[in-house]
């Protein structure tokens, strides 16, 4: 540290990403003034328990708030978008045409924001992303809602899937693909999760694209690519989310599929990037993608601010290299993803079996394991995610198999 206080900083985003990065340049007594910049009007809160406990709920706003960070040399600016950025002048531009200056560098961390389909705007139509979309949500199945439809087989639709049918309400669940999870887990693990809904009692359509929502000034039906429309009163779209990088154009940054960063995180000199807005190279996998997930939005928030004190001489230069993990609650059952399953080429049920629902399937891309994939085997999964975190080859992950399934059951019995 040389003592001199840094000029001021922008964290934009006040959410998971926003947040660590800001707790982590507060830990330098070198870090000036910062100005947090939140489109959202409240203070930073975590959104797993969105579709979850809120949804459910068992749980109020206030439960779902991130610890609060009290220091004067923040400067909390809820409510308020950033709506431009020039790259060279580390400037920034609000809705009311104010610019701001932040010769000390910039975090950006706006993460993602969900897709939508023509008909989005009707009454009885939901996204779930903010906390205002969760309450609006759940207000509407307060009102017990006839027949539930969720647009997207994916980890949000299954979780909302699984609260609407714990409220007793009618859910059905439109999937694209062949099988709901099938591109990104295989068709087995896909099927497997998808059961645990039937079973429920959700009816599951695979293959069901949607096309379109119906309705006057409130949603009535939807239509799917096949020409078929199923009445409805209440539609939740699970499509997935595109970066929120919109407010970047023309800001002479690279914004493709999302905010380009390098391996370290600089998107250019002085900005970094963090959390679901941010690609980079990820060497531990070879991939050069963006990660939607709660976990990494911590360790890339860290990292982001860490590197921009690295463009102040404050701390070294470091390569982001991580094994994404990602969890999902879905009824009593514990679902978890170490590593990536992008482009696998074979998946193995290597633990437990896919009718009892509790199972760890692993993946297979070349000669590598790359990913692993548990229902119900918390324990075993730790184990891989430890294996994982160096490479290591196929023919080694299956010498481990016996081991890890020995050590993970004693644990879990224990
Ligand atoms: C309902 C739900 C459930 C989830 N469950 C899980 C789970 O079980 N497990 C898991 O691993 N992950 C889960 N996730 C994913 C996880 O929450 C995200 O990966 C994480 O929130 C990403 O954090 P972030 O800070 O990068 O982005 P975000 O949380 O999206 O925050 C970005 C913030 O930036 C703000 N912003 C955007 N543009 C601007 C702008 N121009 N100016 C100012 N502010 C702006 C946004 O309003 C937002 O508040 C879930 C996500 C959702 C929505």
């Given at each position: 540290m040389n003592g001199s206080t840094l000029p001021a900083i922008a964290i934009i985003g006040a959410s998971l990403a926003g947040q660590t990065a800001l707790q982590t340049l507060l830990e330098s007594?070198?870090?000036?003034?910062?100005?947090?910049?939140?489109?959202?009007?409240?203070?930073?809160?975590?959104?797993?328990?969105?579709?979850?406990?809120?949804?459910?709920?068992?749980?109020?706003a206030d439960r779902c708030a991130l610890a609060a960070v009290f220091d004067p040399r923040v400067d909390w600016q809820t409510g308020v978008a950033v709506t431009g950025l020039d790259s060279h002048s580390l400037t920034v531009r609000l809705a009311d045409g104010r610019t701001r200056d932040f010769a000390g560098g910039i975090v950006i961390a706006t993460g993602a924001r969900p897709r939508t389909i023509p008909g989005a705007d009707l009454d009885g139509v939901h996204v779930l992303r903010t906390l205002d979309d969760a309450a609006a949500l759940r207000t509407q199945l307060q009102t017990d809602p006839v027949h539930v439809v969720v647009a997207g087989g994916g980890f949000i639709g299954a979780e909302v899937a699984a609260a609407c049918i714990e409220r007793g309400t009618r859910v059905t669940v439109l999937e694209a693909q062949e099988a709901p999870f099938g591109q990104v887990l295989g068709h087995e693990v896909g099927e497997a999760i998808m059961a645990t809904h039937r079973a429920h009692g959700v009816e599951v359509r695979a293959g069901a694209a949607v096309s379109a929502l119906h309705g006057t000034s409130r949603v009535e039906s939807i239509e799917i690519a096949d020409g078929t429309t199923l009445s409805t009163d209440l539609v939740v779209l699970g499509l997935g989310v595109i970066p929120a990088t919109g407010w970047l154009a023309g800001s002479g940054l690279e914004l493709d599929g999302g905010l380009e960063c390098d391996s370290t995180l600089l998107a250019a000199p002085r900005i970094v990037a963090a959390g679901d807005v941010a690609r980079w190279p990820n060497h531990r996998f070879g991939e050069f993608r963006r990660v939607e997930h709660w976990d990494n939005a911590i360790r890339q928030g860290r990292h982001a601010a860490q590197r921009l004190l690295a463009e102040h001489g404050r701390s070294a230069i470091e390569d982001f290299v991580t094994v994404p993990w990602v969890w999902s609650d879905q009824y009593d059952n514990k679902l978890q993803v170490v590593g990536s399953t992008f482009d696998f080429d074979e998946v193995m049920i290597a633990h437990g079996s896919t009718?009892?629902?509790?199972?760890?399937?692993?993946?297979?891309?070349?000669?590598?394991?790359?990913?692993?994939?548990?229902?119900?085997?918390?324990?075993?999964?730790?184990?891989?995610?430890?294996?994982?975190?160096?490479?290591?080859?196929?023919?080694?992950?299956?010498?481990?198999?016996?081991?890890?399934?020995?050590?993970?059951?004693?644990?879990?019995?224990?």
């Amino acid at each position: 540290m040389n003592g001199s206080t840094l000029p001021a900083i922008a964290i934009i985003g006040a959410s998971l990403a926003g947040q660590t990065a800001l707790q982590t340049l507060l830990e330098s007594d070198d870090v000036g003034p910062v100005t947090v910049f939140g489109a959202e009007r409240h203070r930073p809160y975590d959104r797993p328990p969105l579709s979850k406990e809120f949804l459910r709920g068992a749980w109020d706003a206030d439960r779902c708030a991130l610890a609060a960070v009290f220091d004067p040399r923040v400067d909390w600016q809820t409510g308020v978008a950033v709506t431009g950025l020039d790259s060279h002048s580390l400037t920034v531009r609000l809705a009311d045409g104010r610019t701001r200056d932040f010769a000390g560098g910039i975090v950006i961390a706006t993460g993602a924001r969900p897709r939508t389909i023509p008909g989005a705007d009707l009454d009885g139509v939901h996204v779930l992303r903010t906390l205002d979309d969760a309450a609006a949500l759940r207000t509407q199945l307060q009102t017990d809602p006839v027949h539930v439809v969720v647009a997207g087989g994916g980890f949000i639709g299954a979780e909302v899937a699984a609260a609407c049918i714990e409220r007793g309400t009618r859910v059905t669940v439109l999937e694209a693909q062949e099988a709901p999870f099938g591109q990104v887990l295989g068709h087995e693990v896909g099927e497997a999760i998808m059961a645990t809904h039937r079973a429920h009692g959700v009816e599951v359509r695979a293959g069901a694209a949607v096309s379109a929502l119906h309705g006057t000034s409130r949603v009535e039906s939807i239509e799917i690519a096949d020409g078929t429309t199923l009445s409805t009163d209440l539609v939740v779209l699970g499509l997935g989310v595109i970066p929120a990088t919109g407010w970047l154009a023309g800001s002479g940054l690279e914004l493709d599929g999302g905010l380009e960063c390098d391996s370290t995180l600089l998107a250019a000199p002085r900005i970094v990037a963090a959390g679901d807005v941010a690609r980079w190279p990820n060497h531990r996998f070879g991939e050069f993608r963006r990660v939607e997930h709660w976990d990494n939005a911590i360790r890339q928030g860290r990292h982001a601010a860490q590197r921009l004190l690295a463009e102040h001489g404050r701390s070294a230069i470091e390569d982001f290299v991580t094994v994404p993990w990602v969890w999902s609650d879905q009824y009593d059952n514990k679902l978890q993803v170490v590593g990536s399953t992008f482009d696998f080429d074979e998946v193995m049920i290597a633990h437990g079996s896919t009718a009892e629902a509790r199972f760890v399937a692993l993946y297979r891309r070349g000669d590598y394991l790359t990913a692993a994939f548990g229902m119900n085997h918390v324990k075993i999964i730790t184990r891989y995610r430890r294996l994982l975190s160096n490479p290591v080859t196929w023919a080694e992950a299956m010498t481990e198999i016996e081991h890890i399934g020995r050590v993970g059951e004693r644990a879990a019995s224990r």
